[in-house]
Structures are given as C-alpha cells and as structure tokens.
C-alpha cells in the first residue's frame, strides 16, 4: 500500500498564463464559420436550391468548424472567470455560466440541424423541396440568430457588470460590451451577420487578458529579481 506523505505540500492547479489564447482560437474559429455560412448563402431565397448545391462542401468546412470552436469556447469561459477570482460574485456567476452554456448549445444545435440537412441532401437532392426542409431551416434560423445571440447578449451583459464591479477589466471595454449586447437584443435576427458580433468580441477580450496577464508576469519576474 502507498504510504501518503503528510509533510508534503499541497500543490494549487493554476490557470495557465496563455490559456487567454483559447478566446482567439473560439472566436476566430466562430467568426470564419459564420462568415462562410453568411457570404455562401443567397440574398434571394428563391435560388436556395441552386445555392445548396454550389456551397455544400463550403457548409461543410464551415460546420465541421463549431465544434472545435465550442472546445475552445469553455476554455475562454474559465479564463474569463479565473480572471475575476475570489471576486466573482454568485448571482452574477450564475447568470453568467447559464448564458455562456446556452449559447454554446444552441449553437451546437442549430449547427447539428444543419449538418443532418446536408447529410439527407448528400442522399436525395429532391429533399430541399420538401416542407421538412422548409422546416429545419426556420428552426436553425431561429436557434443561431435568435435565442442564442441573445444568450450570448446575456453572457456579455453579466461578464461587463462583474467587471465594472470588481474593477478587473478597463472600463471602456465594459461600457463597449453594454454597447455590444445591446445591438444583439434589438437587431439578432434582423441580419445573419449579426452572428460575428460576439466572436469578435470574445477575440477582443482574450487579447486584453493576455495582455493583462503578460505583463502580471513580466512584473512579478521583475520583483523576484530584485529580491
């Protein structure tokens, strides 16, 4: 049996310094899927046929993207957090993780639906005339660029509110994010390419913690020297 060392020193799991990066990895990996959904799919409805059969392999590429997207998302979720620290407050934590976890599963979702659309196509090209068809593609309109936009609204609303708070994060980025999640609650839904507003929001979060806990560390290593 292994004897347990009682004198030994408990060791604390810390954030890693570049885990920040996981928010420019999730939101790019965002903003590109988003953005070849939205520049491969037709101003005129009428021509949707035609449309699926032109971008298929496009849809494909840009749907095979969220769920590496989704990985790196919850990265960012805890480097967003672990920023906060022993500050966070439980109200707002809670709102905050709920939005953060509904937005990454209806965009799952909404993207899984997809997916199934282009798997059935693949079979039977006479599908996208069907009322399924038509069906499926409301629900994923619905999914992405309405109740998940305003998730994501949520999740920016908490995430500004803490920082504000606690002081953690500069100020302006606070009051640009109300700006931002304000925009997703009035327009999500009035244009597809409403949906690259939050990835280049996260993007821009990720460089100002990785910034921010660039510099802690050049300080710190700056003390220990002069020690």
């Given at each position: 049996?292994?004897?347990?060392?009682v004198?030994?020193?408990?060791?604390?799991?810390?954030?890693?310094r570049?885990?920040?990066?996981?928010?420019?990895?999730?939101?790019?990996?965002?903003?590109?899927?988003?953005l070849l959904?939205?520049?491969?799919f037709?101003?005129?409805?009428?021509?949707?046929?035609?449309?699926v059969?032109?971008?298929?392999?496009?849809?494909?590429?840009?749907?095979?993207?969220?769920?590496?997207a989704?990985?790196?998302?919850?990265?960012?979720?805890?480097?967003?957090?672990?920023?906060?620290?022993?500050?966070?407050?439980?109200?707002?934590?809670?709102?905050?993780?709920?939005?953060?976890?509904?937005y990454?599963?209806m965009t799952?979702?909404?993207?899984?639906?997809?997916?199934?659309?282009?798997?059935?196509?693949?079979?039977?090209e006479?599908?996208?005339g069907?009322?399924?068809?038509?069906?499926?593609?409301?629900v994923?309109?619905?999914?992405?660029?309405?109740?998940?936009?305003?998730?994501?609204?949520?999740f920016m609303i908490?995430?500004?509110?803490?920082w504000?708070?606690t002081?953690v994060m500069?100020?302006?980025?606070?009051?640009?994010t109300?700006?931002?999640a304000?925009?997703?609650l009035?327009a999500s839904?009035?244009?597809?390419?409403?949906?690259?507003?939050?990835?280049?929001?996260?993007?821009l979060?990720?460089?100002?913690?990785?910034?921010?806990?660039?510099?802690?560390?050049?300080?710190?290593?700056?003390?220990?020297?002069?020690?």
């Open positions: 049996m292994d004897r347990i060392d004198n030994r020193d408990d060791k604390r799991l810390t954030t890693p570049s885990a920040a990066i996981a928010g420019v990895i999730s939101g790019g990996l965002f903003l590109v899927s988003f959904i939205r520049i491969a037709p101003d005129d409805p009428a021509n949707i046929s035609s449309w059969k032109d971008q298929a392999h496009v849809l494909s590429i840009a749907l095979q993207m969220v769920p590496f989704g990985i790196a998302y919850l990265w960012f979720m805890g480097v967003a957090r672990d920023r906060l620290g022993k500050r966070e407050d439980q109200f707002f934590a809670t709102v905050f993780l709920g939005s953060g976890l509904l990454l599963a799952f979702v909404g993207t899984a639906l997809g997916a199934g659309l282009l798997a059935i196509y693949a079979q039977d006479s599908f996208l069907s009322t399924i068809y038509s069906y499926n593609l409301v994923i309109n619905q999914i992405i660029n309405i109740y998940s936009l305003r998730m994501a609204a949520v908490s995430a500004a509110t803490m504000i708070r002081g500069v100020r302006w980025l606070a009051v640009l109300y700006l931002l304000l925009l997703l009035v839904g009035l244009s597809l390419w409403s949906t690259i507003i939050f990835p280049l929001w996260m993007i979060v990720s460089i100002l913690i990785f910034i921010a806990n660039y510099r802690r560390q050049r300080g710190a290593q700056a003390e220990a020297s002069i020690e």
